[in-house]
């Protein structure tokens, strides 16, 4: 396989290392990983994170395994054990898809290195085209709100919303960027503040609870967010707190919007309720940890409620940022998202 970089996963000379994103942003250690308990490993612990990185990583690994010798029928157990380690992000299951249909060719080693080759490349495009879309419904001199990390952390590309911000910063030069700190992880404060101080583009770190009274002071003047899946009705699920900023921007009169390549796309779920929300562990609300150490501060026995997504319905989105176009509530309402991909 070819050597593929991206800012936090690297296939170069025949190894695969992924960059530890729970350690970020004040260590860069990166993983080696040659097999599939490992990958899961780094999946389940977000140190590999982002639906499309997700699915990428995967990928490779894939591709890695079958260029070291892995039968056809090991291969589809590692596909169908990677695809389970995050149900709600479609990304995963798109390129699991995709490697799925490879290992049935008669040269089902060069099908798949292939096919991850192209999926890698295929994510920098979409990024590309997104970042292009979504720039151009920023003006001069905005104030741009955001939640968790949609970069080139979470992409083999610039990424999706904050790719839209970083190429408005290079159109415009003078936007600004409200970074909500994304409990419970805190993948806003550690790393979409990251890649703005990495980037330049000026920002300012804020609690969640206090979104509401930015727009209410008028001090936001557009919302991007990303995606990890859009069913067919335009419904999304992102990370957990989306759905409160839309219904705070619905209220304040203040522009909405998703940004995800058509891979995000999952038109097999109608609406938002069918999607599956991952749960996880308890420990994360309890506490917090990264590479600053360890701080549990509720009580160890305490009941949590931990769901990693929220789905935000059609009907407060004011546009959807695809690489293929920017649709709105008319075009989503005509069925547009089955269109695209049918």
Same mark, same amino acid.
């Given at each position: 396989?070819?050597?593929?970089?991206?800012?936090?996963?690297?296939?170069?000379?025949?190894?695969?290392?992924?960059?530890?994103?729970?350690?970020?942003?004040?260590?860069?250690?990166?993983?080696?990983?040659?097999?599939?308990?490992?990958?899961?490993?780094?999946?389940?612990?977000?140190?590999?994170?982002?639906?499309?990185?997700?699915?990428?990583?995967?990928?490779?690994?894939?591709?890695?395994?079958?260029?070291?010798?892995?039968?056809?029928?090991?291969?589809?157990?590692?596909?169908?054990?990677?695809?389970?380690?995050?149900?709600?992000?479609?990304?995963?299951?798109?390129?699991? /898809?995709? +490697?799925?249909?490879?290992?049935?060719?008669?040269? *089902? #080693?060069? $099908?798949?290195?292939? !096919?991850?080759?192209?999926?890698?490349?295929?994510?920098?495009?979409?990024?590309?085209?997104?970042?292009?879309?979504?720039?151009?419904?920023?003006?001069?001199?905005?104030?741009?709100?955001?939640?968790?990390?949609?970069?080139?952390?979470?992409?083999?590309?610039?990424?999706?919303?904050?790719?839209?911000?970083?190429?408005?910063?290079?159109?415009?030069?003078?936007?600004?960027?409200?970074?909500?700190?994304?409990?419970?992880?805190?993948?806003?404060?550690?790393?979409?503040?990251?890649?703005?101080?990495?980037?330049?583009?000026?920002?300012?770190?804020?609690?969640?609870?206090?979104?509401?009274?930015?727009?209410?002071?008028?001090?936001?003047?557009?919302?991007?967010?990303?995606?990890?899946?859009?069913?067919?009705?335009?419904?999304?699920?992102?990370?957990?707190?989306?759905?409160?900023? /839309?219904? +705070?921007?619905?209220?304040?009169?203040?522009?909405? *919007? #998703?940004? $995800?390549?058509?891979? !995000?796309?999952?038109?097999?779920?109608?609406?938002?309720?069918?999607?599956?929300?991952?749960?996880?562990?308890?420990?994360?609300?309890?506490?917090?940890?990264?590479?600053?150490?360890?701080?549990?501060?509720?009580?160890?026995?305490?009941?949590?409620?931990?769901?990693?997504?929220?789905?935000?319905?059609?009907?407060?989105?004011?546009?959807?940022?695809?690489?293929?176009?920017?649709?709105?509530?008319?075009?989503?309402?005509?069925?547009?998202?089955?269109?695209?991909?049918?």
């Amino acid at each position: 396989m070819q050597d593929l970089i991206a800012s936090s996963i690297k296939y170069q000379q025949g190894t695969l290392t992924v960059l530890d994103q729970y350690l970020l942003p004040h260590q860069q250690h990166w993983h080696v990983c040659n097999d599939v308990e490992t990958m899961k490993d780094l999946i389940l612990t977000l140190k590999i994170r982002g639906a499309p990185l997700i699915g990428l990583g995967a990928s490779l690994l894939v591709a890695h395994l079958a260029e070291q010798g892995m039968s056809q029928s090991a291969l589809a157990v590692a596909i169908d054990e990677l695809e389970a380690t995050r149900p709600t992000a479609v990304n995963l299951m798109h390129c699991m /898809a995709k +490697l799925r249909l490879a290992l049935v060719e008669t040269d *089902y #080693v060069a $099908a798949v290195v292939s !096919t991850a080759e192209q999926l890698f490349k295929e994510d920098i495009a979409l990024c590309d085209s997104m970042a292009e879309r979504g720039a151009a419904l920023v003006d001069k001199g905005d104030n741009i709100l955001t939640h968790c990390n949609t970069g080139a952390l979470a992409t083999a590309g610039v990424g999706t919303a904050l790719g839209v911000i970083h190429k408005a910063q290079q159109r415009h030069g003078d936007i600004h960027v409200w970074v909500d700190e994304t409990r419970p992880l805190l993948q806003g404060g550690r790393l979409t503040a990251f890649e703005l101080e990495r980037w330049q583009i000026p920002y300012t770190l804020i609690c969640d609870n206090m979104a509401a009274s930015l727009m209410a002071a008028g001090k936001v003047d557009k919302i991007f967010v990303g995606a990890d899946r859009i069913a067919a009705n335009g419904d999304f699920a992102n990370k957990v707190g989306t759905y409160n900023l /839309a219904v +705070l921007a619905h209220f304040h009169n203040i522009p909405f *919007y #998703v940004v $995800a390549p058509l891979t !995000t796309l999952d038109t097999q779920t109608a609406c938002g309720a069918n999607i599956e929300i991952e749960q996880r562990s308890p420990n994360e609300v309890r506490g917090v940890s990264g590479s600053f150490g360890e701080a549990i501060w509720a009580p160890t026995n305490a009941k949590v409620y931990n769901p990693a997504f929220d789905v935000t319905p059609a009907s407060l989105v004011t546009g959807w940022v695809l690489d293929s176009g920017v649709y709105n509530q008319s075009d989503i309402e005509q069925g547009i998202l089955k269109q695209l991909i049918s």
